[in-house]
């Protein structure tokens, strides 16, 4: 099994406050992955890195941030959250293949 | 036209019957497809991974690629309501140097 985790798992926030998800991951993967989804929708990729000091934007335009210093930790950073960021962001991971491991996911609320 | 097709259902089934999920792709350059399954509010977890054409089988899940047809099939046998969640298809050009483009996913319940 996976060992990929978020925290929090679960998030309510005011408008414009600043707010880190979590996610490490146990496998020793290269590559890490953000996506959004909301509720019954598609994934859609916001950040990954290839590595640590690796860092890219994804599809979907995002006012997050991300970093990578150590292979296993890639937390992504909002630092003024607002209504429109509500949403479930899902962490996810590889190695050397394309198959990619999910977290739980942390359902953000930004009222 | 996304690269990748998969009709959002929801499909819905009695249970013990024989599911089948699918997924059309206009990129003919994926070699690597992936099924997943997620639970409403949770991560999508890995079932199947296959390369290039061909069936794979694990248990009550049949992974399907017909790349001439850029046409990939899940079959779930003996549908549980257990099996009820959205599944996700995914394809990739590379086995580790791309990132899978996802399909929007197929709702599934199978009531009893």
């Given at each position: 099994e996976a060992d990929i985790y978020q925290t929090p798992r679960y998030l309510v926030i005011g408008t414009g406050k600043k707010i880190t998800l979590e996610c490490s991951q146990t496998m020793g993967h290269d590559k890490m992955y953000w996506y959004q989804q909301d509720p019954g929708m598609e994934l859609h990729l916001i950040h990954y890195s290839y590595g640590v000091n690796s860092t890219e934007k994804g599809d979907l335009s995002s006012e997050s941030t991300v970093s990578r210093i150590r292979t296993e930790h890639f937390p992504l950073t909002l630092e003024s959250a607002r209504p429109s960021h509500t949403s479930q962001y899902l962490c996810a991971s590889s190695g050397l293949t394309d198959t990619q491991y999910f977290g739980p996911g942390t359902r953000l609320t930004v009222l | 036209q996304k690269e990748v097709e998969q009709d959002p259902g929801p499909l819905s089934v009695p249970e013990g019957a024989i599911v089948s999920l699918n997924c059309t792709y206009s990129n003919s350059a994926f070699q690597y497809f992936m099924w997943y399954r997620q639970y409403s509010r949770k991560g999508p977890e890995l079932l199947m991974y296959t390369y290039s054409s061909g069936n794979k089988e694990d248990g009550r899940f049949t992974a399907q690629v017909d790349k001439s047809s850029k046409y990939i099939s899940l079959f779930i046998r003996d549908s549980q309501p257990s099996d009820s969640a959205t599944y996700l298809c995914a394809m990739s050009?590379?086995?580790?140097s791309y990132i899978p483009t996802f399909g929007r996913g197929t709702s599934l319940i199978v009531h009893p």
């Open positions: - | 050009a590379s086995g580790g």
